[in-house]
Every structure is written in structure tokens, then in C-alpha cells.
């Protein structure tokens, strides 16, 4: 039955052609043809060559130790600590003949502790989090408020205590002092292209033109709070509005309810017996490392959430590292630890079902659809109220998660799926060309112009607007008036 639901919402998709309403362009600007809806196959690299994932001793030169890329290393590598992102230094401006009209950013939020389902049973060390304040209070609306800063305390007379850390003073997760500052770095480079070099951003903020987006996760606020202080100091210690949508609809994160979706991803993904996926794992180069793994853990050989795939291995090993905290040794035997080969096969293993997941799979594409189709139809409307003359909105800044990233860059097929890393960002900018008033889009991922396997959208870069709307339209309907249907069972 379930795997009924992904099969008929995939052939759905599949190789339907879609002509775009009418659009908003001059009837002289390029016009698309029709949007390609089927699904293309991301490129065959690395990432995806599973002898090469199971057998190979390496990370493909990744970053997963340091927010900072060393010098001598291009700006552009995979850093899971911090990502690259759009800055003045690599940033290409289009030609004159262009100008900016508005850009729309959306990332993952930055480094964080990690979250207390992936901490072993018993820990070893502590994270401590008393470089930082994590601020939540109430004001009514004479607008009078302590500033109520979290102390996060462990008790003596409590007989049940956390499961992790011992002694520790950070929630997990929280965004660690650490990835704040990148938070406010992001928002310092992205002015850097958007005000300083661009001179489109207003020098002083405006709320009517700049606006932020969180989910209802406290820690794309704590990111946000920085991002805004990076981009507008003046910011830093005033009030701040920003939209979140109710939890259980929230389409940033996203929360709403998708039940044909979840089917779909349990059928072929996480959990599922489909042999493709079952490969990686029931190699016996993985079973092996499971087991070595488990032993330094104590985690339960059988606990299914750490063993049906690599996620919670990976999130322990990596928030450890981009913190520069050693690998984790035996609670009982200082000498059984983690070497940097094991977390070298545990990173390859996470890239490897981020990509089977959301990109290598024929089933990823209308699973993304659905689940992130609300999100894509909100996007497009936002660059329509532009292009009509209804929003004087010029920048909206999402802050979001790896689940969201994942499903724009399955929905977008970009070329090469990684697991998108702490601070990984996709900026959409819509230009219209002065002279004859037509609109174009590029979108940028790593900072560059991001490239679709499927081949109407190609290299979106400067492409006529209809061909990345078309496409969005018919994929999830104006409005997101299909995802309803996409989302029930009976789909
Ligand atoms: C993916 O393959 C296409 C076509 O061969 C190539 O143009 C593109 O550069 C590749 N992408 C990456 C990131 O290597
Ligand atoms: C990170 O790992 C690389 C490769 O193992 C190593 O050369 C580098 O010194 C490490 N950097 C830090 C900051 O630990
Ligand atoms: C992962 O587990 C080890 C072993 O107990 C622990 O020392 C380490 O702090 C954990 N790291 C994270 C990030 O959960
Ligand atoms: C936690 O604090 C208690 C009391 O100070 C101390 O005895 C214990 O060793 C600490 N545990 C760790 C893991 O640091
Ligand atoms: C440490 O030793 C205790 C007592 O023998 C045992 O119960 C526990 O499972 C061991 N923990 C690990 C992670 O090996
Ligand atoms: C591991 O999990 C299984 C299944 O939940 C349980 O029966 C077993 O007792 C657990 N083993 C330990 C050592 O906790």
C-alpha cells in the first residue's frame, strides 16, 4: 500500500509537460517552453558510487573539523561546519543591462550542539555553554520586559538525569557561541553583496523592504538574531519581528501534515527494505563499522534509530569535531575510540543517503513535491508580487533546516546532492533587464549559479523567470493548490 502511494504520485510527475499561465512578462521577453515535470538523475560522482563510499579510506578532501576553510583550499569545498555561502569575494554581478529587483534567501541554520537523541547513552567529556545566552521572554504591549536569559543547570537532588551529558550547561541543541558567530558572519557577507557592492539593500533597515522567516525550531531564532545583527549592527539589543507560522503547518521547516510523502520516503528510504537502499547497509564494510562503532558507544546493537541509517553517528561525530573536541573513546576503556578513518566512513555513508534520499531515487522528486511544495508555492508568489508591482519587499531571509535544504535541492534536481552542512544556503535573485522590461532568475547554492539535471532548468543562471516558475506551478499549482491532493494517501 505504501509503496502503491510513491509509485502513482511519481508516474503522476513523470514526463508531464506543463504550459504556464499566462505571464507577467513584456509579450516580447524569451518565453519558456513548456516546464519539463520529470524527474533526471543527479550526476554519477563520488558521492553516489557506492564502491566507492563502502571501499574508499578518504572524505573526498570535505571539510568537517573547522567553521574555517584553510587558506590554499578554494572557498567553494563542502565544509559540513560551515558552508560556503554567497559572498563579495566569489560573487559574479550579472551584466548592467540587469538590475536587482529581489532576493530571497533560505538557510540551514549554523553550528549547534547536538541533538540529545544522537548523544551515546552515557557520555564522556561536556559541552558547556556558558560563553552564550539563549534569551526567551514575553512583553505585553507597553513593551516592558527582562531580557530572561536560560541558565541551563543540571540538579543534584534530581534522580533522573539527562540522558548525554553529565555536568553540561547547553540544551541540546542549541546554536553553540561558535555558530552564532558564523550566524553573524553570514549576515555581514551578505550585505557585503546586497548593500555594499549591489547598493540595492538600504543602508539602514527598513522592515517594510527586509524581512526574516523562522520555524518554529527556538534555534533558527537564535540564528536569526545574528543573521540580523551581521547584516544590520544597529539591530543588535531592539525589538525584531519575525513571521513563524502556526507548528503543526509550518511549511519552512516543514511541519504540515504530508502523509503520501512520509509513505513514499519510508517506502524506498530510512527504515525500508527496499534492496537499493539496503545495500549500503547490509554490506558487510558496514556491518562491521556499526559493530566497532557500538562497541565505543554502548549503543544497542539493536536500536533501530542508530542502525537504519548513519544520521545519528554522524550528527555525534561532526558536532564533535567542528567544535574541536577529540573523538569519543569507551566510557570504561580510554584506548577503544573513534579514529578519524571510522568517522571518515560514517561521513561518506551520511552523503551517500542524503543523496540516494533525495536525489538518486526515481520516488525523491514527487516525495520532495509534496512535502516542500508549500514552501515552493509561497516562494514563487513572492517573486509574482514583485514582478506585478504588489510587494515593495526586497529581501526575505529564511532561516531553516537540513530537511528543508534537502527537499528544495531534490524539487530544484540539483546536479551533485550532499547532506546540506551547517549554514548551507540557496539565494534566488529576480533581475529584470532595464531596456525591455522582461525578468530573469538565478539561483545560487554555494554561492554559485546552482545546476539542475533536469534539463529545461539546466544552469539557473539568469533564465527567463517562466522557466523556473513554469515549473513550480506545475509541479505544486499556484497557490499550492495540488499539494493537498499530493499529500493524501489516496494521491
Ligand atoms: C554534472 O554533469 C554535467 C554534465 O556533464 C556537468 O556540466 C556539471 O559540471 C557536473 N556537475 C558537477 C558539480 O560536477
Ligand atoms: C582537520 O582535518 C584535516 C585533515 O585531517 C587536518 O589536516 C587539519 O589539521 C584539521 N584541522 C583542525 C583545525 O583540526
Ligand atoms: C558522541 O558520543 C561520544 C561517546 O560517548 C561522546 O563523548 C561525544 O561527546 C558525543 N558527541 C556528540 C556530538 O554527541
Ligand atoms: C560533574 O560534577 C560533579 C560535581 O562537581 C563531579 O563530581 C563529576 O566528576 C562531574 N562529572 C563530569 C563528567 O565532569
Ligand atoms: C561500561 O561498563 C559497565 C559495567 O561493566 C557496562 O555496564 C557498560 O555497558 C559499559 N559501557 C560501555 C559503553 O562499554
Ligand atoms: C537491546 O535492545 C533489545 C531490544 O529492544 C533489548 O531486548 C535488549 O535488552 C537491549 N540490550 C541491552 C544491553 O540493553
Request: proline share 8%.
Amino acid at each position: 500500500m505504501k509503496h502503491f502511494a510513491s509509485v502513482a504520485t511519481a508516474g503522476l510527475l513523470s514526463s508531464t509537460a506543463y504550459a504556464a499561465p499566462q505571464s507577467i512578462s513584456p509579450s516580447s521577453c524569451p518565453t519558456s517552453p513548456p516546464a519539463d515535470l520529470g524527474w533526471y538523475p543527479p550526476n554519477k560522482t563520488m558521492i553516489n558510487d557506492l564502491d566507492r563510499v563502502l571501499y574508499g579510506g578518504d572524505i573526498y578532501g570535505y571539510i568537517f573539523n573547522s567553521s574555517t576553510t584553510p587558506p590554499g583550499i578554494p572557498y567553494q569545498t563542502y565544509n559540513w561546519c560551515n558552508m560556503p555561502h554567497a559572498r563579495r569575494q566569489e560573487y559574479t554581478t550579472p551584466p548592467s543591462v540587469y538590475s536587482l529587483k529581489y532576493v530571497e534567501v533560505i538557510h540551514r541554520h549554523h553550528k549547534r550542539t547536538p541533538y540529545a537523541s544522537n548523544t551515546f547513552p552515557v557520555e564522556t567529556g561536556t559541552w558547556l555553554c556558558n560563553d552564550e545566552s539563549l534569551y526567551y521572554y514575553g512583553a505585553p504591549s507597553d513593551n516592558n520586559a527582562a531580557q530572561i536569559a536560560w541558565s541551563i543547570t543540571q540538579s543534584p537532588t534530581n534522580p533522573f538525569k539527562p540522558t548525554g551529558f553529565q555536568n553540561s550547561t547547553c540544551q541540546f541543541p542549541q546554536i553553540t557561541s561558535e555558530g552564532l558567530l558564523d550566524s553573524r558572519q553570514h549576515g555581514a557577507d551578505l550585505f557585503g553583496i546586497y548593500h555594499d557592492l549591489l547598493s540595492f539593500l538600504p543602508s539602514t533597515f527598513d522592515p517594510e523592504k527586509v524581512k526574516f522567516r523562522v520555524t518554529n525550531n527556538v534555534i533558527t531564532s537564535q540564528v536569526a538574531s545574528q543573521i540580523a545583527t551581521g547584516l544590520y549592527p544597529s539591530l543588535a539589543g531592539t525589538r525584531l519581528p519575525v513571521t513563524v507560522q502556526p507548528t503543526d503547518v509550518d511549511s519552512l521547516e516543514p511541519q504540515y501534515p504530508c502523509p503520501a510523502s512520509d509513505s513514499s520516503y519510508e517506502s524506498y528510504g530510512v527504515g525500508s527494505d527496499d534492496p537499493s537502499w539496503r545495500e549500503h547497509l547490509d554490506a558487510p564494510e558496514t556491518t562491521q563499522l556499526f559493530a566497532e562503532l557500538d562497541r565505543v558507544s554502548g549503543v544497542n546493537t539493536s536500536d533501530s534509530d542508530w542502525h537504519n541509517w548513519f544520521d545519528h553517528y554522524f550528527d555525534n561525530l561532526s558536532a564533535k569535531l567542528c567544535h574541536a573536541k577529540s573523538l569519543p573513546c569507551n566510557i570504561n576503556d580510554s584506548a577503544l575510540c573513534v579514529t578519524p578513518s571510522m568517522a571518515d566512513a560514517v561521513f561518506r555513508r551520511g552523503l551517500y543517503e542524503y543523496s540516494y534520499i533525495y536525489r538518486d531515487s526515481p520516488h525523491s522528486l514527487s516525495a520532495s513535491v509534496a512535502s516542500y511544495g508549500v514552501y515552493m508555492a509561497e516562494l514563487a508568489a513572492n517573486i509574482r508580487a514583485v514582478m506585478d508591482g504588489s510587494s515593495e519587499v526586497l529581501y526575505r531571509h529564511n532561516v531553516a533546516h537540513d530537511g528543508s535544504m534537502s527537499r528544495l535541492l531534490s524539487i530544484l534536481q540539483v546536479d551533485v546532492m550532499v547532506w546540506p552542512g551547517m549554514g548551507s544556503e540557496i539565494v534566488f535573485e529576480l533581475w529584470q533587464k532595464a531596456s525591455s522590461g522582461c525578468w530573469f532568475v538565478r539561483v545560487l547554492w554555494k554561492g554559485q549559479p546552482l545546476r539542475s539535471s533536469n534539463p529545461m532548468l539546466g544552469s539557473l543562471d539568469m533564465v527567463p523567470v517562466d522557466a523556473l516558475l513554469g515549473y513550480v506551478d506545475g509541479l505544486v499549482g499556484i497557490n499550492a493548490n495540488k499539494v493537498l491532493g499530493l499529500c493524501s494517501e489516496e494521491s
